[in-house]
């Protein structure tokens, strides 16, 4: 009988590859951040080598495998600005791929090198915009203002579970905060009414629930909003194929509500809001 030639992952039948890959990276955690100021450069990730070497063996074997792999790891961001830098440049077909992302959110500037004292910033909520077909199956966002030691902040993080729980791009979401300097969270007085709005748009069996932690001050809040089934999930946006360089050159995000710390910042006075969100600013880049 003549000799057969053993098979290789690139024989065996498609069914089998999806198997193999996804038993492969089960389970898989990848953090994303921003190089700190001592080492410039692109940025960093923590991507155990031993599995996901496919992704590096050849041009084949990486279109192969990228899309189980978005599918099934675990990516976490540290700022959104290293979930922007990150995601954006992937086109729509490998952004309907991403399943989990947890996220440390920050607001952010559009800061580019023509003005750095006037800019506008925008909520982490806008920054989901720019990642059309996003269709997650899990998004933690961790409150970026936790620990920033300002007793006002919390006003700020109610404003922005109403925006993301009015956005698009995810089945679950978990925001995960502190009641801050007082003994009760501030958006305890919204959840029914979020409750409502979720329902109203989110499919049948969508619901808001909220777990505050123990007593006293500074406890862990955590708030998980679901959708129902058949509910739209997926993101449209307008920033596929754009690096972030480019997002941030353009100066502006057409159609997105731009975001405040306070009255102070939205009337620009420097020693109000202003210096507030260059202190939140460097905070989310270190």
């Known amino acids: 009988m003549p000799s057969q030639n053993p098979p290789t992952l690139l024989t065996l039948p498609p069914e089998l ?46 279109h192969s495998a990228l899309p189980p792999f978005l599918a099934s790891a675990t990516l976490v961001f540290s700022s959104t600005e290293s979930m922007l830098t990150t995601l954006l440049p992937l086109p729509r077909h490998l952004l309907t791929k991403l399943r989990d992302v947890r996220v440390t959110a920050f607001p952010f500037p559009l800061r580019t090198d023509r003005d750095m004292r006037y800019y506008p910033t925008h909520s982490f909520a806008a920054a989901l915009a720019l990642l059309p077909g996003l269709q997650l ?10 620990g920033s030691g300002s007793s006002g902040t919390a006003g700020g993080v109610v404003t922005e579970v109403g925006r993301l729980l009015a956005s698009d791009g995810w089945q679950e979401l978990e925001l995960v905060t502190t009641t801050g300097g007082g003994a009760q969270w501030a ?17 049948k069996g ?5 777990w505050v932690a123990g007593i006293g001050e500074g406890r862990e809040v955590r708030l998980t909003a679901r959708r129902g089934r058949g509910a739209r999930i997926v993101r449209e946006g307008e920033g596929e194929g754009r690096s972030w360089a480019e997002v ?25 809001g202003w210096s507030r969100r260059m202190q939140l600013a460097v905070k989310a880049l270190r």
């Not at 958006?187 to 499919?203: I, M, N, P, Q, T």
């Not at 941030?248 to 057409?254: A, I, Q, Y």
Request: proline fraction near 5%; include cysteine; hydrophobic fraction near 35%.
């Open 248 to 272: 941030k050159g353009k100066g502006v995000l057409e159609d997105c509500e731009r975001w405040y710390y306070d009255e102070e910042d939205r009337a620009g006075w420097l020693y109000g």
């Open 137 to 146: 199956r899990r998004l933690v966002v961790e409150d970026g203002f936790t």
């Open 187 to 203: 958006g305890l007085a919204s959840v029914g009414e979020w409750d409502r709005a979720l329902k109203g748009r989110g499919g």
């Open 206 to 210: 969508a619901s808001v629930s909220v």
């Open 17 to 62: 590859r999806a198997l193999i890959y996804t038993f492969l990276y089960a389970d898989l955690t990848i953090t994303h951040s921003l190089p700190s100021s001592n080492s410039p450069g692109p940025p960093t990730s923590s991507i155990p080598s031993t599995r996901t070497a496919l992704l590096h063996t050849s041009h084949l074997l990486h």
